[in-house]
């Protein structure tokens, strides 16, 4: 698999480019991080910070200004989710050409 076909496709038609042992090789990653990698009792549900000093712990924060940076990032990550999936259905729906189909001449 060459990755540039992958790179000059768009939307839904991008995921027919990569071959099933692609999938399979990206759940079986996906399962050996979730059996390797599992939450620790210590830490609270969705909290996958490393613990290296490098990166700012929600622990220096009190709990209001904690309690805000996670609703920032909820809602940021809401935001992406409806965006890729408004751009999924307008490209399964319509048929539409992306932007970098239209400068690639796709």
Do not use: C
């Not at 939307?11 to 620790?40: C, D, H, R």
């Amino acid at each position: 698999l060459e990755f540039r076909r992958v790179l000059f496709r768009s939307g839904l038609a991008a995921l027919k480019v990569v071959p099933a042992v692609g999938w399979l090789q990206i759940l079986l990653f996906q399962a050996a991080l979730e059996i390797n990698a599992p939450q620790k009792d210590d830490k609270a549900p969705g909290d996958v910070q490393p613990d290296a000093s490098t990166f700012p712990k929600l622990e220096k924060y009190d709990e209001a200004g904690a309690l805000a940076i996670q609703n920032k990032e909820l809602s940021n990550g809401r935001l992406a989710m409806m965006a890729i999936a408004g751009t999924w259905a307008s490209d399964y729906l319509t048929g539409s050409k992306d932007v970098i189909d239209v400068l690639t001449g796709n």
